[in-house]
């Protein structure tokens, strides 16, 4: 599909909507001024997305470009002034049939591919993890079931917290109503579940780069996957229109290496009080095999 994608780079250069992104490759995490592509996928989900999105581009282009033509060749040919006597016929069998097939066959060779994103995206894989997003008016609170149920809630730093808590925390560029108080942290080529629902009204948990978005319920579970292949942070926001603060409850994600997440998980056991994860599973493993 890298055809697909020079392609579509080109069709969006010339309609002037292409930030230049996926031509040369830059990594961006979050959106970008004057972007109109997506962010750099990180997930074969949303790898597939580009794909997909390519593939419709082409196609697109070259039934807009096919109609223009035929029209401007009408116009011109059969004009008042090239055609005083029109042609009185009414019916082509063969021609109706063609205009009739043909749409089909496009949308069949647009279906495959999309119904066989649908189900990657939908069916979860053999899940590795799981994590719980539960959406609030106005921020995201967090579950880690399989790391001892630890919680915490991600705040958006707002704009006149925003240099003082990057000063605080290092943080270079931060990026504006996109910071959260407490990250999201998840390790690398893991298949993570995100179970989804809300406190209070819909929500939507959505992380651009890696292809997810999903409704938060009030009283209902969702649930959707990712495997990001990259380490870094990514950004995403509600995504479901909430209230006034919709556009204030942001989400930051940081993928790290496994071993990372293994000392962020002690950390944040430590912090609500649990005790550290090995020796729990030593104390389950002397149990498994004393005699009953
Ligand atoms: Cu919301």
Not at 49 to 76: G, N, Q, R, S
Not at 155 to 166: C, V
Not at 210 to 236: C, E, H
């Amino acid at each position: 599909m890298r055809f697909n994608r020079i392609i579509s780079a080109v069709i969006l250069n010339i309609l002037g909507l292409s930030s230049g992104l996926m031509i040369t490759g830059v990594s961006a995490s979050s959106a970008v001024p004057w972007q109109k592509d997506f962010q750099p996928a990180v997930t074969s989900v949303m790898e597939d997305v580009h794909d997909f999105h390519d593939l419709l581009l082409v196609i697109i282009t070259l039934i807009t470009v096919f109609v223009l033509a035929l029209l401007l060749y009408t116009m011109w040919k059969f004009s008042a002034k090239r055609n005083p006597v029109p042609s009185k016929t009414t019916h082509h069998a063969t021609l109706e049939m063609a205009w009739t097939i043909v749409p089909v066959i496009i949308l069949v060779v647009i279906a495959v591919p999309s119904f066989k994103l649908l189900y990657k995206a939908d069916v979860l894989p053999k899940v590795d993890m799981t994590i719980k997003a539960i959406g609030n008016q106005w921020n995201w609170g967090y579950e880690y079931p399989d790391h001892g149920n630890f919680s915490f809630v991600a705040n958006m730093i707002g704009e006149s917290d925003l240099q003082q808590w990057a000063k605080e925390n290092k943080i270079n560029n931060p990026k504006r109503l996109l910071e959260t108080d407490a990250e999201v942290v998840v390790p690398v080529n893991t298949n993570v579940r995100v179970q989804v629902t809300s406190n209070d009204v819909l929500h939507a948990w959505a992380v651009p780069a890696f292809g997810v978005k999903i409704d938060a319920v009030p009283g209902r579970l969702n649930q959707t996957w990712f495997n990001v292949k990259k380490m870094g942070t990514y950004y995403g926001q509600c995504s479901e229109l909430c209230g006034q603060n919709h556009g204030f409850m942001p989400i930051k994600v940081r993928v790290v290496s496994k071993s990372e997440f293994a000392k962020w998980v002690t950390a944040q056991r430590a912090a609500a009080g649990l005790e550290p994860l090995k020796q729990k599973r030593r104390e389950v493993a002397k149990l498994n095999n004393s005699p009953r």
